[in-house]
């Protein structure tokens, strides 16, 4: 079975401080994806990234950054220099190559940036 | 361009009534639909996923079922809410195959009273 787990379940920094969440998968699958979604206030999902298991390359978008590690089952989060608008619940998730297996989700890091 | 539509909003009902929460999706075929579930201060819980019209999977057995009489249709429904039913549903698409990323509706907030 699929599983993800997202052990921060809080995390408060002040602004402009650099922050990473942590995200651990389990898979039988030998290729897959994973994702980081992000939900504001508002609620909505907001997506951030697709990664698929072929590429451990990590992935860098204006202060945003993504580190995959294979070997240890991890795909963290870490964002630079933090904004207040950066407060939000952050998913980490995973699905199996084919999309017939479903998307899990981890059950999410509530991030607090303080001004 | 894709969308995806999931009504109502909000929801207020009361213990042991029926529930029909509807989602539907534009722009696109054949997608892969899901229910999930956000109870207060908690993670996306997957309910139910679907990969074509009459195909539903279970991922947690309880009080819901869904249904998908038409492609791009997905339906919560309930015979009788518990209140612990209450929470916030999203509905989401994503492409049947190398799946893309998941778009979300807006959600719909249920408070079973």
């Known amino acids: 079975a699929q599983k993800v787990t997202q052990a921060q379940t809080e995390i408060s920094v002040v602004e402009k401080e650099d922050v990473t969440l942590d995200c651990v998968y389990e898979?039988?699958?030998?290729?897959?994806?994973l994702f980081w979604y992000k939900q504001p206030p508002s609620g909505e999902l907001v997506f951030l990234i697709r990664r698929n298991s072929f590429d451990e390359q990590n992935e860098i978008s204006g202060r945003y950054s993504w580190n995959f590690q294979k070997s240890t089952s991890s795909f963290n989060f870490t964002i630079t220099a933090s904004q207040v608008v950066d407060s939000a619940v952050y998913f980490c998730?995973?699905?199996?190559?084919?999309?017939?297996?479903?998307?899990?989700f981890g059950k999410g890091t509530r991030l607090s940036v303080i001004a | 361009s894709q969308t995806i539509h999931q009504w109502p909003a909000t929801l207020v009902q009361p213990v042991g009534s029926p529930l029909s929460l509807e989602c539907t999706v534009e722009g696109t075929s054949n997608p892969n639909l899901y229910w999930y579930r956000q109870a207060a201060g908690r993670g996306l819980q997957l309910l139910f996923y679907s990969v074509g019209i009459g195909q539903i999977s279970s991922e947690v057995p309880q009080n819901l079922s869904a249904s998908r009489p038409q492609d791009r249709q997905f339906i919560l429904s309930s015979k009788k809410l518990l209140l612990s039913d209450s929470g916030f549903y999203l509905c989401?698409?994503?492409?049947?195959?190398?799946?893309?990323?998941?778009?979300f509706g807006q959600g719909t907030r249920l408070t079973v009273v």
């Open positions: 898979t039988r699958d030998t290729t897959y994806y």
């Open positions: 989401a698409w994503a492409t049947g195959f190398a799946i893309s990323e998941a778009f």
């Open positions: 998730a995973l699905s199996g190559f084919s999309g017939n297996t479903p998307l899990v």
